[in-house]
């Protein structure tokens, strides 16, 4: 073999070697600190803005409507009718916890607002937020997914009191 032949032979071979180190790298980062996020747009500025409503509404998610109420606050009477999470089944059935306007991130991290800590959540699994007037459910990119009321989420969508979210090994409801 010519020595032009035997160098580019070990400039590949270390090219390949540092290629395989990287993805170990890289894999380990992914285990060890999750992957990145999708960040949901912010409804706000639809709202303020008639002119922007009609395409906002091609690409948001349907929520069902709310009537409205006499003093005009149906907003505030749809944050204040979701007051709770209860666990209905799994490791902490029973559990309750109080609900705010923040976003609830839901999976095994110690970082997640509700941790649950079994072999089928994900460590960032699923986050529950409040768009706008209504609460809605995101999977995010779990493994074994979200499932609400019996169907398994690919988009956000809107949740329905009483019905049951399903995590992992984990259920729970959305009460007032």
């Known amino acids: 073999m010519s020595e032009l032949t035997l160098l580019l032979l070990q400039i590949g071979f270390l090219v390949l070697l540092w290629f395989f180190v990287f993805a170990v790298v890289y894999s380990l980062r992914a285990d060890l600190f999750g992957v990145t996020v999708r960040k949901m747009p912010d409804p706000a500025p639809?709202?303020?803005?008639?002119?922007?409503?009609?395409a906002h509404a091609a690409t948001a998610p349907i929520a069902p409507s709310v009537p409205a109420t006499p003093t005009g606050s149906g907003s505030k009477a749809t944050r204040d009718a979701v007051a709770r999470i209860i666990i209905t089944s799994g490791p902490k059935a029973g559990l309750e916890l109080p609900l705010g306007s923040e976003p609830l991130t839901i999976g095994r991290s110690s970082e997640s607002g509700l941790v649950i800590r079994d072999d089928y959540t994900s460590s960032h699994h699923a986050r529950l937020l409040l768009w706008g007037d209504q609460w809605m459910i995101q999977d995010l990119d779990s493994t074994n997914g979200t499932w609400h009321d019996g169907q398994r989420l690919s988009t956000p969508v809107p949740v329905r009191i009483g019905a049951p979210i399903k995590v992992g090994a984990t259920t729970f409801e959305l009460r007032k």
């Open 46 to 54: 639809a709202a303020a803005s008639p002119a922007s409503a009609p």
